[in-house]
């Protein structure tokens, strides 16, 4: 079975860190992208960070980028996203997802998806 499962949120104080995985089952992720994305309460699901693991290109929301670092680990078949000096607006359920070929912030070309883990920041 094709599935993918996120771990790592939790709640966290503003200037603090996490790191997210998003482990793959039932597929080899060697020639996929993976993506992050988040949705907070009222919003539409935007798109943080994205990596290609054939050859390792990435791609970071301006929101994110100096912050957060998407990396991968092929031999365990999991992307991280470690998240760094979180803002209460990075508040969200995050989501890893995965698509062919192309690096793409964009959620509609993403088809498998994976539940969703919830990262809080707040003092």
């Known amino acids: 079975q094709v599935q993918l499962v996120e771990s790592g949120g939790g709640l966290v104080q503003p200037g603090g860190s996490l790191r997210l995985s998003c482990a793959a089952s039932?597929?080899?992720?060697?020639?996929?992208?993976i993506g992050w994305f988040r949705q907070a309460p009222g919003k539409e699901r935007e798109g943080v960070s994205c990596?290609?693991?054939?050859?390792?290109?990435?791609l970071y929301a301006d929101s994110v980028k100096g912050r957060f670092t998407i990396s991968r680990d092929n031999a365990k078949n999991t992307v991280y996203l470690q998240m760094n000096s979180l803002k209460p607006e990075d508040t969200a359920v995050y989501y890893c997802?995965?698509?062919?070929?192309?690096?793409?912030?964009?959620?509609?070309?993403?088809?498998?998806w994976g539940q969703g883990t919830q990262v809080t920041v707040s003092s």
């Open positions: 997802a995965t698509r062919g070929y192309e690096l793409t912030l964009a959620p509609t070309f993403y088809n498998i």
């Open positions: 039932g597929f080899n992720l060697d020639y996929y992208v």
């Open positions: 990596i290609q693991n054939s050859n390792g290109g990435t």
